[in-house]
């Protein structure tokens, strides 16, 4: 049996990139900047359901155009309680709320991963350095080329840009996207 292949939008999720972009943008599947207008598309689908909001094309690049009719109530008001306010307002994984048994649970992992106790200041320059890997470099062929060269201490890369090669590695091989054979072949 043949396998389908990943989708691009798939494949970019899987090594941590917005699935639209292709910006850094693990943990979530969308970049902020790509959560954002898929926040904004959805509410302007909501309100062209409701009536409130007409559409049209524009004429040079087909692209849709919202316009407000004025038909939306006067006031609209939603009765939410304090909890509910405060789960909707977590960011979200798998359509989970990410919560601090969650966010515990990844420190934990890297931890382990360190294999040596961290400071506060060693895991926010972790994270740091994982969120900074993908603009040194983007691609995985450049990415594993730049890892061999670090190990054979030919690089060019300052110590906190092959800090951050190594730790976007280490994602990479944690998620099955790279392989050790891809790495020393």
């Known amino acids: 049996m043949t396998e389908k292949p990943l989708s691009k939008f798939k494949q970019r999720t899987i090594e941590g990139k917005c699935g639209h972009c292709g910006e850094w943008a693990y943990p979530y599947t969308l970049c902020k900047h790509c959560r954002y207008a898929a926040n904004i598309r959805r509410c302007l689908n909501n309100f062209v359901k409701r009536g409130w909001c007409d559409i049209s094309r524009n004429p040079k690049d087909n692209k ?42 990844a ?12 400071t506060e200041k060693e895991i926010e320059k ?12 983007p691609e995985k062929e450049s990415l594993i080329s730049e890892y061999r060269l670090i190990q054979s201490k030919q690089s060019n890369l300052s110590r906190s ?25």
């Open 64 to 105: 849709k155009l919202y316009k407000w009719n004025n038909t939306a109530p006067e006031q609209i008001s939603r009765n939410y309680t304090p909890e509910s306010i405060a789960k909707m307002s977590l960011p979200r994984l798998n359509g989970k709320p990410i919560t601090e048994k969650v966010i515990g649970d």
């Open 126 to 137: 972790g994270f740091r350095s994982l969120k900074n890997s993908n603009k040194i470099i």
């Open 107 to 118: 420190i934990l992992k890297i931890l382990e991963a360190n294999g040596c106790p961290l």
């Open 161 to 185: 840009q092959r800090e951050a090669v190594n730790t976007r590695i280490k994602f990479l091989l944690e998620r099955g996207v790279i392989t050790n054979e891809q790495l020393y072949a």
